[in-house]
């Protein structure tokens, strides 16, 4: 049931703007979203496949300089650029790791970048 409903909450959420929670007739059925597990099921991707290179959370620096924090990412690139590379494997000139998320994946993880973001004020400081 989870995974229909996290296949339910990709799909939705494409469509949507992000809030809280998110209500949405789906095959004549109410399906809602809970924003908060998103995010936290990207927390967890990021953590377990980006932080041995990227700075993944809301502070610190990156282990690898070279890497790019994550709470700057969407400032850098194009977040609907970032979803295609995301789910085709990103292929980039420097050392990374080849691999491929699923939309499930995509999804989650770009929700997670979307709560990292660092406003303009913020990284100005």
Do not use: M, Q
């Given at each position: 049931m989870r995974r229909i409903l996290m296949v339910a909450s990709a799909l939705l959420l494409a469509a949507c703007a992000l809030t809280s929670v998110v209500g949405a007739q789906v095959?004549?059925?109410?399906?809602?979203?809970?924003?908060?597990?998103?995010?936290?099921?990207?927390?967890?991707?990021?953590?377990?496949?980006?932080?041995?290179?990227?700075?993944?959370?809301?502070?610190?620096?990156?282990?690898?300089?070279?890497?790019?924090?994550?709470?700057?990412?969407?400032?850098?690139?194009?977040?609907?650029?970032?979803?295609?590379?995301?789910?085709?494997?990103?292929?980039v000139a420097h050392p990374m790791p080849e691999f491929q998320f699923s939309p499930q994946g995509v999804d989650a993880l770009m929700a997670y970048l979307r709560s990292v973001q660092e406003s303009p004020t913020t990284a100005a400081q």
């Open positions: 095959g004549g059925a109410g399906v809602e979203i809970d924003l908060d597990a998103l995010v936290e099921d990207g927390r967890v991707i990021a953590e377990a496949g980006c932080a041995r290179c990227h700075g993944v959370g809301e502070f610190g620096e990156s282990p690898n300089s070279a890497a790019p924090l994550f709470r700057t990412l969407l400032s850098r690139y194009r977040a609907d650029v970032l979803e295609e590379e995301l789910v085709n494997g990103i292929r």
